[in-house]
């Protein structure tokens, strides 16, 4: 699996764009990017996933380098209830199986 | 939908007592995962099955976890005996063929 490396922790204020790193330099070709978030005494929760393409959904976007090697979660108007720990895992999708890192905590300030 | 259907929510035990924590994955979903959750460690896999087969248990902590899946609507993971470290958060979570994960509310375990 590879290996992940996002911040500990970022913070945001409400209304405003959220950029979250994170970078996957080790990820194979066939690897697909999955973020997921888990809110507070929740379990996690499927953001969006792609494979080489900027993918767009209703909760967020994904921005992925040409190299593959990084990408970024995007929320563009950040809310109260965004504040959560956002988990980027590079996965095979052979199996479905996730390995979660450490993840990124996102604070939103009213 | 119900989504993913994790029972109890709360247990509470005492060490050396049989703990069995269940879940009902999402019809139709042919994946189930068992995770735990603790502050050290996070999110860990502790198995996984695909059409009621395990596929890998490399996660199980030791011979005191076991999980079963006797059919495609229910799944146990039992612990015994239990002890004060395996206390933790436990999800199940299901998906359709290496699709999307979708957990359940998890199973907060403490043991006394």
């Known amino acids: 699996d590879a290996k992940t490396t996002q911040p500990n922790s970022m913070e945001s204020n409400e209304e405003e764009p959220v950029h979250l790193p994170c970078n996957h330099s080790?990820?194979?070709?066939?690897?697909?990017i999955h973020w997921y978030r888990q809110l507070p005494s929740q379990g996690p929760e499927y953001v969006i996933h792609?494979?080489?393409s900027n993918v767009n959904n209703r909760m967020a976007s994904l921005a992925i380098a040409e190299d593959r090697k990084s990408s970024t979660l995007i929320l563009h108007r950040a809310t109260l209830r965004d504040a959560a720990v956002y988990y980027c895992?590079?996965?095979?999708?052979?199996?479905?199986?996730?390995?979660f890192g450490q993840g990124t905590t996102l604070q939103v300030k009213p | 939908d119900a989504g993913v259907i994790q029972s109890p929510r709360h247990e509470v035990t005492e060490m050396g007592q049989e703990v069995t924590l269940r879940c009902k994955p999402i019809?139709?979903?042919?994946?189930l995962f068992w995770y735990r959750q603790t502050m050290m460690r996070g999110l860990e896999l502790l198995i996984y099955?695909?059409?009621?087969?395990?596929?890998?248990d490399s996660g199980m902590p030791e011979d005191r976890f076991s999980a079963k899946m006797p059919n495609a609507s229910f799944s146990t993971l039992k612990i015994q005996p239990s002890e004060p470290r395996d206390s933790a958060v436990y999800f199940c979570?299901?998906?359709?063929?290496?699709?999307?994960?979708?957990f359940g509310s998890g199973t907060q375990l403490s043991v006394l």
């Open positions: 080790t990820i194979s070709g066939t690897d697909y």
């Open positions: 099955f695909n059409n009621n087969v395990p596929i890998d």
């Open positions: 895992i590079p996965n095979s999708g052979n199996t479905g199986k996730l390995i």
């Open positions: 979570a299901s998906s359709y063929t290496a699709g999307k994960l979708f």
């Open positions: 792609g494979l080489t």
């Open positions: 019809s139709g979903h042919n994946s």
